[in-house]
């Protein structure tokens, strides 16, 4: 079943205006909880409701258009190809390539992990097709949750959009905390030598990391200013990171022992597998290129050029 809303016309006009970022819709934002006779009446009506919100889907223009009206505030639409391009490359030349890739060669792949890059590219290519064929045709900031409101309802987008969320929390504090633990040893500490202890907790939760809140916040904050200042930021970063991969490629390759690779693949067929889908995750990032569609100038033509360069 598809539902839409004719309200201001598909165009956000009808939209009551805000005071203070806020109004009275945001708090009760259905006639059913204006008074507990309608509150009453709607719990009566709960098994409609329920199988009107599994079913359910949004319309293309639903979104593009009174969706997006309902935050007031369009967004500036500074990025090109080159921006998205340096966001993608960014985003996957993470965590995943600097931690992962050691630990795949020394448990399960070998030497054979200089090919599960290639397996696990191609996996996530796949991936990215789907995200890029989707962003083009709702170039919105809503991303996934867009996309499967208007492919499969809303309580599948409610699903993915709640893991999503879930996975970028989980990500950014893992990563955060890193920052922490590298800083320490850089300064010829112990990792967690920076953090508070606090022995009331348990075990191995009870390490406090002022220093990541700090990064997360002042990320955040830059994020927020400019986004095309964030674009800059990012490329500076992106471009150290590369230049720290390619020192490790030539300083290892000048040490490298070619006996090294005598057995390719000691942990055989199991190990490569197993490897190349741990590996995946250093591709894991990806998705944040569909999610700049409002801030993109040619949505069209930028957005597959940034979403397939990285892999």
């Not at 201001?8 to 203070?20: A, D, E, H, I, S």
């Not at 800083?183 to 939760?205: M, Q």
């Not at 693949?265 to 995946?280: C, N, T």
Request: charged share 15%; with cysteine; glycine share 10%.
């Amino acid at each position: 079943m598809v539902i839409s809303s004719n309200e201001g016309g598909g165009n956000g006009n009808g939209l009551k205006k805000r005071v203070c970022g806020c109004s009275q819709a945001d708090f009760l934002p259905e006639e059913s909880f204006q008074s507990w006779g309608n509150y009453v009446k709607a719990l009566g009506n709960t098994k409609q409701r329920f199988k009107d919100w599994l079913l359910a889907r949004s319309l293309d223009h639903l979104e593009l258009h009174e969706m997006r009206a309902c935050s007031q505030h369009e967004m500036k639409k500074t990025l090109n190809w080159w921006d998205l391009i340096w966001f993608g490359v960014g985003a996957v030349m993470g965590a995943g390539i600097f931690v992962l890739t050691g630990e795949a060669a020394k448990n399960d792949a070998g030497p054979a992990v200089v090919i599960l890059y290639f397996i696990s590219g191609v996996s996530a290519m796949l991936s990215v097709l789907c995200y890029t064929e989707f962003a083009v045709e709702l170039p919105i900031a809503g991303g996934p949750f867009a996309y499967l409101r208007v492919e499969l309802g809303d309580f599948m987008a409610y699903i993915a959009a709640r893991n999503i969320l879930f996975e970028y929390i989980v990500a950014g504090a893992s990563v955060a905390r890193s920052w922490t633990s590298y800083f320490a040893t850089l300064c010829n500490y112990r990792p967690n030598d920076f953090r508070i202890n606090v022995s009331s907790l348990a075990e191995n939760y009870n390490h406090l990391d002022p220093i990541a809140v700090i990064i997360s916040i002042i990320i955040c904050i830059g994020a927020s200013l400019s986004m095309k200042g964030s674009s800059r930021f990012n490329l500076v970063a992106t471009l150290i990171h590369v230049a720290v991969i390619i020192f490790i490629l030539v300083t290892g390759l000048t040490k490298a022992d070619p006996a090294n690779y005598s057995s390719f693949a000691p942990y055989g067929i199991r190990g490569v597998l197993k490897a190349s889908a741990m590996l995946f995750f250093a591709y894991v990032g990806f998705d944040g290129v569909a999610t700049l569609g409002e801030e993109i100038k040619n949505p069209g033509r930028d957005i597959p050029i940034g979403s397939l360069d990285p892999c």
